[in-house]
């Protein structure tokens, strides 16, 4: 088919040029389009099991339908399910996700076009497009659930012994669709099974699964703002069953295109490719060069200090705690090992501590019960666990710690932090915390002992901030990833130790140079706590995506080291006033307080977009989490909101959100330096 029946008449003009291919590999099916003298050349396959071979044998049956030879290509795009595995030899090639390639087909085929519901093979996907040019504004995927998808819907056709083909056109047959109410696969393929039991027809049940579905999807448009001008792609899209639904629900109508829109992606992959062929760029842009600096020493010091204490070879009590508001001066004055219990735990280790907990607790906490219950070392070396409690799922695990495996102590701590009350109750507490630690040792703690450990603690405070603020820095000298390992040190280590380590890294940052590239987009990682070992964000980020996290801003990052504690007065009055005057955690009221220290901590370190990352469950950062974003959308700073546990299942489509996201802040970066 020629440019002219398709694409939009201003924007025909913009797709000549010598021969370029995109292949969009999906979960089901592969699709492949080839832009060659003003014609277009779209296909479609089965995906096969092996990703590069599928890209292959389109590829080849490609270019066999456009009448070209391989060599002649000056450009291919690969995006889609199967992208990652995607390479084509002696062909300059590039690999762009789904969301980008999907919103720039359609704005090709539709400049009018302001929303896309995406819905594919195993997963779907709403994005908020800029008409003018086609690129992604703001977009989100449904979760790891395939309820919604294409996967379901032939699920479904299955069920009610139809071909998929039918399962659309049969559910407009009815006015009376069946209510399906399980949001998830599962549960509604039961609910399936017993409407056809009770007689239910065919027509009324695939009519009742496309509403349910379309409701699913109106969520998704909901959460990117639903206006007119919805278009609609994927391999779902030619479901007419679908289209209705999300029609009548939606309210808007979905444009009609002029190119069947299973092909959109691909289409926009090889617009992508014709966008890249005409600049003088066509490499990949490699992530910066990685420094020298080495933390193996924090690293092993710290590995080395676990195994002696879990060899009860250093002479001391030892203890556990959990929250970051437990004060380390009193502890490091009991002359005891503590040990900040806050490590990432395996798919076994959660799955255990869930037998103890409920299931609608996050894995974090899941993590600490399930260590103990399965004898990790490290938790049996523990004599007592402390817990000052700001969330109320840790209080249940600190209770549960005591009823099941030993002795544990609870603290309670203010919510309201600025009153006077909450501060002296604080106190309170902190001196019944430090009276526990004289009876566990059989050792008076001093007050003199305790000013000096504040006096410790602040110095390696200092420096630990001084190290990240070399973060502020065009080229960070130190990925986001390893100042969490060096800051999680300050939860094991004794601050002594600590500040002789802290200052040999300070130095040494301090020599790198920078270097002599394009610097990386710029990153904060806001919400919730990120564990000992829990790293697969950061490595997908800095590592595959080549971007940088240069602050946190949640209880286990640089913000546990803005503050210092007064040196001059009661050291308990000031333990009370300093941690309660540190960045507090969301459960401390006004809300709007904590908010406004984090839009600040972005803007101080320039960040070019934000992760908003919490666990799944999580109660005090999942619940606050439009209040953040309308803040950082006030300052004009895009978030990506991410909930996690601790499988990896959802590894791939974390990969693609995270690269759609950099994406929008690459276009960004870019149109505002043209502007």
């Given at each position: 088919?020629?440019?002219?029946?398709?694409?939009?008449?201003?924007?025909?003009?913009?797709?000549?040029?010598?021969?370029?291919a995109?292949?969009?590999?999906?979960?089901?099916?592969?699709?492949?389009?080839?832009?060659?003298?003003?014609?277009?050349?779209?296909?479609q396959?089965?995906?096969d099991?092996?990703m590069?071979?599928?890209?292959d044998?389109?590829?080849?049956?490609?270019?066999?339908v456009?009448?070209?030879?391989y060599?002649?290509?000056?450009?291919?795009?690969?995006?889609?399910?199967g992208?990652?595995?995607?390479?084509?030899?002696?062909?300059?090639?590039?690999?762009?996700?789904e969301?980008s390639?999907?919103?720039?087909?359609v704005?090709?085929l539709d400049?009018?076009?302001?929303?896309?519901i995406?819905?594919g093979g195993?997963d779907?996907?709403?994005?908020?497009?800029?008409?003018?040019t086609?690129?992604?504004?703001?977009?989100?995927?449904?979760?790891?659930?395939?309820?919604?998808?294409?996967?379901?819907?032939?699920?479904?056709?299955?069920?009610?012994?139809?071909d998929l083909?039918?399962?659309?056109?049969?559910s407009?047959?009815?006015?009376?669709?069946?209510?399906i109410?399980?949001?998830?696969?599962?549960?509604?393929?039961?609910e399936?099974?017993?409407l056809?039991?009770?007689?239910s027809t065919?027509?009324?049940?695939?009519?009742?699964?496309?509403?349910?579905?379309a409701?699913?999807v109106?969520n998704?448009?909901?959460?990117?703002?639903i206006?007119?001008?919805?278009?609609?792609?994927?391999?779902?899209?030619?479901?007419?069953?679908?289209?209705?639904a999300i029609?009548d629900?939606?309210?808007?109508?979905?444009?009609?295109?002029?190119?069947?829109?299973?092909f959109?992606?691909?289409?926009?992959?090889?617009?992508?490719?014709?966008?890249?062929?005409?600049?003088?760029?066509?490499?990949?842009?490699?992530?910066?060069?990685?420094?020298?600096?080495?933390?193996?020493?924090?690293?092993?010091?710290?590995?080395?200090?676990?195994?002696?204490i879990?060899?009860g070879?250093?002479?001391?009590?030892s203890?556990?705690?959990?929250?970051?508001y437990?004060?380390?001066?009193?502890?490091s004055?009991?002359a005891?090992?503590?040990?900040r219990?806050?490590?990432?735990?395996s798919?076994?280790?959660?799955?255990?501590?869930?037998?103890?907990?409920?299931?609608v607790?996050?894995?974090f906490?899941?993590?600490?019960?399930?260590?103990?219950?399965?004898?990790?070392?490290?938790?049996?070396?523990?004599?007592?666990?402390?817990?000052?409690?700001?969330?109320?799922?840790?209080?249940k695990v600190?209770?549960?710690?005591?009823?099941?495996?030993g002795?544990?102590?609870?603290?309670?701590?203010?919510?309201?932090?600025h009153?006077?009350?909450?501060?002296?109750?604080?106190?309170?507490?902190?001196?019944?915390?430090?009276?526990?630690?004289e009876?566990?040792t059989?050792?008076?703690i001093s007050?003199?002992?305790?000013?000096?450990?504040i006096?410790?603690?602040?110095?390696?405070?200092?420096?630990?901030?001084k190290?990240?603020?070399?973060?502020?820095?065009?080229?960070?000298?130190?990925?986001g990833?390893?100042?969490?390992?060096?800051?999680?040190?300050?939860?094991y280590?004794p601050p002594?130790?600590?500040?002789?380590?802290?200052?040999?890294?300070?130095h040494?940052?301090?020599?790198?140079?920078?270097?002599?590239q394009?610097?990386?987009?710029?990153?904060?990682?806001?919400?919730?706590?990120?564990?000992?070992?829990?790293?697969?964000?950061?490595?997908?980020v800095?590592d595959?995506?080549?971007?940088?996290?240069?602050?946190?801003?949640?209880?286990?990052?640089?913000?546990?080291?803005s503050?210092?504690?007064?040196?001059?007065i009661?050291?308990y009055?000031?333990?009370?006033?300093?941690?309660?005057?540190?960045?507090?955690?969301?459960?401390?009221?006004?809300?709007?307080?904590?908010?406004?220290?984090?839009?600040?901590?972005?803007?101080?370190?320039n960040?070019?977009?934000?992760?908003?990352?919490?666990?799944?469950?999580?109660?005090?950062?999942g619940?606050?989490?439009?209040?953040f974003?309308?803040h950082?959308?006030?300052l004009?700073?895009?978030?990506?909101?991410?909930?996690?546990?601790?499988?990896?299942?959802?590894q791939?489509?974390?990969?693609?959100?995270?690269?759609a996201?950099?994406?929008?802040?690459?276009e960004r970066?870019?149109?505002?330096k043209i502007?």
């Open positions: 088919m020629k440019f002219a029946d398709v694409i939009a008449p201003k924007l025909v003009n913009d797709l000549n040029g010598p021969p370029v995109g292949i969009d590999v999906g979960s089901r099916q592969a699709k492949g389009v080839l832009l060659k003298d003003g014609l277009i050349y779209a296909i396959a089965a995906t099991i092996n590069q071979r599928t890209a044998n389109l590829l080849v049956e490609l270019l066999a456009a009448n070209l030879k060599e002649e290509l000056s450009y291919i795009v690969g995006t889609g399910y992208r990652v595995a995607m390479s084509f030899p002696s062909i300059p090639h590039q690999i762009v996700t969301i390639c999907h919103a720039l087909g704005h090709y400049p009018q076009v302001k929303t896309i995406d819905i195993q779907s996907k709403s994005v908020k497009v800029d008409p003018e086609g690129r992604v504004v703001s977009f989100v995927m449904n979760d790891k659930c395939a309820a919604g998808t294409g996967r379901f819907l032939e699920k479904v056709a299955q069920l009610l012994d139809l083909s039918q399962l659309g056109p049969i407009l047959e009815t006015k009376t669709p069946a209510e109410s399980s949001q998830c696969v599962v549960f509604a393929e039961s399936v099974v017993s056809r039991a009770k007689g065919p027509a009324d049940i695939a009519a009742g699964i496309h509403l349910a579905t409701r699913r109106k998704l448009l909901s959460r990117v703002g206006e007119p001008n919805l278009a609609f792609s994927g391999g779902v899209s030619n479901n007419v069953g679908m289209r209705k029609e629900l939606v309210g808007y109508p979905v444009a009609s295109l002029k190119l069947d829109a299973v959109a992606g691909a289409l926009g992959a090889a617009i992508h490719a014709r966008q890249f062929a005409n600049t003088t760029t066509t490499q990949v842009i490699k992530p910066v060069e990685e420094n020298s600096v080495s933390l193996s020493e924090i690293i092993h010091e710290v590995n080395r200090h676990q195994a002696a879990v060899a070879a250093t002479g001391r009590h203890v556990g705690y959990i929250c970051s437990t004060p380390l001066e009193l502890m004055a009991a005891i090992n503590y040990v219990l806050f490590k990432m735990g798919t076994e280790i959660v799955a255990s501590g869930e037998q103890i907990t409920q299931s607790f996050c894995d906490t899941k993590s600490i019960l399930g260590a103990f219950k399965e004898g990790v070392p490290l938790n049996k070396a523990m004599e007592k666990v402390y817990t000052f409690y700001t969330c109320d799922c840790i209080k600190g209770e549960a710690i005591g009823d099941f495996f002795p544990s102590e609870i603290y309670n701590l203010p919510r309201l932090r009153k006077e009350s909450s501060r002296e109750y604080y106190r309170t507490e902190i001196v019944n915390f430090k009276e526990d630690l009876k566990l059989g050792r008076a007050d003199e002992d305790v000013g000096d450990r006096k410790l603690y602040n110095l390696v405070r200092k420096t630990l901030k190290i990240s603020d070399l973060r502020k820095r065009d080229y960070p000298p130190i990925k990833r390893d100042f969490l390992d060096a800051a999680q040190a300050l939860f280590l002594d130790r600590l500040l002789t380590l802290y200052e040999d890294l300070y040494r940052l301090s020599a790198v140079a920078s270097f002599d394009k610097p990386p987009i710029r990153l904060m990682m806001a919400g919730g706590i990120v564990a000992d070992g829990d790293r697969r964000l950061l490595e997908i800095e595959s995506l080549g971007a940088r996290i240069v602050i946190e801003d949640h209880c286990t990052g640089a913000r546990n080291v503050f210092q504690i007064n040196e001059t009661d050291p009055t000031a333990l009370a006033s300093g941690y309660l005057d540190q960045s507090p955690c969301t459960r401390m009221k006004p809300l709007e307080e904590r908010i406004h220290i984090s839009g600040r901590l972005a803007q101080e370190f960040v070019d977009g934000i992760l908003y990352v919490y666990l799944k469950f999580c109660p005090c950062y619940q606050v989490k439009h209040e974003f309308q950082f959308q006030a004009g700073i895009p978030v990506l909101e991410v909930a996690l546990d601790y499988s990896k299942s959802d791939g489509q974390l990969k693609t959100r995270l690269e996201f950099i994406e929008v802040l690459n970066d870019r149109v505002r502007a």
